[in-house]
Nanobody, 127 residues
Framework: QVNIMESGGGSVQVGGSLQLSCTVTGDTYRINCMGWFRQGSGKEREGVALISRDAGSTFYSDSVRGRFTIARDNTKNTVTLQMKNLQPEETDTYYC????????????????????WGQGRLVNVSS
């Protein structure tokens, strides 16, 4: 069994920066890809940024590439997402998730198979 604990996020003004962290416990040997998704009210959950098991490959949705940076520390089973130049339309709940098969399809980061979701962290960007 894998458990996810998320931290970070919060409120920031437009153009500001925030960081999200995700630590995984339990059967961590099972984990392949890790990363972040987001979902706003009435919107579909979408991939934001993913990272491969060895941290050698990263996968970003077009909407965040160049502004968000994902990093992974396997010694701590932690993934962090540094978000810069945040915009009001990115006010969402952000979810950490593990999965198999990191990829980018039609400009969106996604898993082949999602395995475990975190509870979500709110990011609020005010103008």
């Amino acid at each position: 069994q894998v458990n996810i604990m998320e931290s970070g996020g919060g409120s920031v003004q437009v153009g500001g920066s925030l960081q999200l962290s995700c630590t995984v416990t339990g059967d961590t040997y099972r984990i392949n890809c890790m990363g972040w998704f987001r979902q706003g009210s009435g919107k579909e959950r979408e991939g934001v940024a993913l990272i491969s098991r060895d941290a050698g490959s990263t996968f970003y949705s077009d909407s965040v590439r160049g502004r968000f940076t994902i990093a992974r520390d396997n010694t701590k089973n932690t993934v962090t997402l540094q978000m810069k130049n945040l915009q009001p339309e990115e006010t969402d709940t952000y979810y950490c998730a593990t999965g198999q098969g990191c990829m980018v399809v039609a400009g969106r980061a996604r898993y082949g198979t999602v395995e475990v979701w975190g509870q979500g962290r709110l990011v609020n960007v005010s103008s």
